[in-house]
């Protein structure tokens, strides 16, 4: 295999390890070139190597689009000065009964794409990976067998993409996910704003947490807390999966009871209360601003209501009921086949 470059550099974003392995077989596939792979973590200063020629990026998709900390440090990078990259964002793939279904990306590839781009990088390749699913708050680890068949073509996917570069060819794949991506942007939008730190308050460690605070030192985000020897999670988590999957103890929880309870509370249209629309006129309020309040008012609340339940779980016999209500308890965690906590989570 002719092989143009001589110094790569690979940023891997992950939890529980499918982005790291994506960049790892791109990377094995260049056997005669200098490489260097390195984790995107909150806080971390952005940089590349010196004499870099390519670059790769590999990083979960998000509510069909890219998430925030990867965006976040593609801002921060040097300009490109014409340096090549390859974006390869991982999508959540799963097999049921010998099926494969893939997953749907959206804009994740090509926003990315964009940033580098107006960064002054050359986008040689774009296209999304199906790695399984490990998105454990909302269903079990697929099995050894399906988690295998998914990971097979994968690793074929990226081989033959890493072939076409070392070639001297570009390769640019899922315009189709990016039209729905497109259609779908203001769920996206919202999922940046506001959904992603609703779902980071749905963690909880049930009675079998034993204060190791693994979970935090393993957060990418630097999201969790140890507060009265129990985790507890900031805003800043965007559900990465690795302190659930990793926790050695499976402590770590989502239950309905809770999603029931933050329903409720974000269900309550205190701008339209204000507004006027609902009952007496306290205010005449813009649109804009109507959803200003409503907005501060949910981040507001659900942080209010997840401090009252934080304390209240430390009481074990009440964590004890919550875990034993919450479907999570139940679930096979995953974590890529192959990888340990020391490849992902220094």
């Known amino acids: 295999m002719i092989n143009l470059y001589s110094n790569i550099a690979a940023f891997f974003m992950t939890g529980t390890g499918n982005s790291y392995k994506v960049a790892g077989w791109f990377l094995a596939a260049f056997s005669s070139a200098r490489t260097v792979l390195r984790q995107v973590k909150e806080n971390q200063p952005a940089g590349i190597p010196a004499d870099t020629d390519l670059v790769i990026f590999s990083y979960p998709t998000h509510g069909f689009t890219a998430p925030w900390l990867m965006i976040k440090y593609i801002f921060r990078l040097p300009a490109g000065s014409g340096t090549h990259a390859v974006v390869l964002p991982t999508r959540a793939g799963t097999r049921i009964l010998g099926y494969a279904f893939p997953g749907m990306e959206g804009t994740a590839g090509y926003l990315i794409a964009l940033l580098l781009w107006l960064r002054g990088y050359k986008v040689k390749a774009v296209s999304a990976v199906d790695m ?30 890493a072939r076409r570069v070392s070639a001297g060819h570009s390769y640019y794949n899922g315009f189709i996910p990016l039209l729905l991506g497109l259609g779908l942007a203001r769920i996206s939008f919202m999922y940046i704003i506001l959904a992603q730190f609703i779902l980071a308050k749905l963690f909880f460690a049930s009675d079998q947490c034993n204060g190791c605070a693994l979970c935090r030192r393993i957060c990418p985000k630097q999201a969790l807390s ?105 679930f096979r965690r995953y974590r890529a086949p192959g990888v340990s906590l020391k490849d992902i989570h220094k």
């Open 132 to 161: 399984p699913s490990n998105w454990t708050a909302v269903h079990w680890g697929l099995n050894d067998e399906n988690v295998q068949a998914i990971v097979t073509k994968a690793r074929n996917t990226v081989q033959t993409i």
């Open 226 to 330: 140890m507060t009265g020897n129990k985790p507890h999670w900031s805003y800043s988590c965007d559900s990465c999966m690795a302190c659930m999957n990793y926790c050695p103890q499976k402590a770590i929880q989502v239950s309905p009871l809770i999603v029931f309870l933050f329903a409720y509370v974000l269900s309550l249209p205190v701008a339209a209360w204000l507004s006027g629309k609902l009952g007496y006129v306290f205010m005449d309020l813009p649109q804009i601003l109507q959803f200003v309040l409503q907005y501060m008012y949910t981040l507001l609340s659900v942080a209010a209501v997840y401090w009252l339940l934080h304390l209240i779980l430390r009481i074990k016999p009440v964590a004890a009921v919550l875990a034993s209500l919450s479907h999570t308890k139940y």
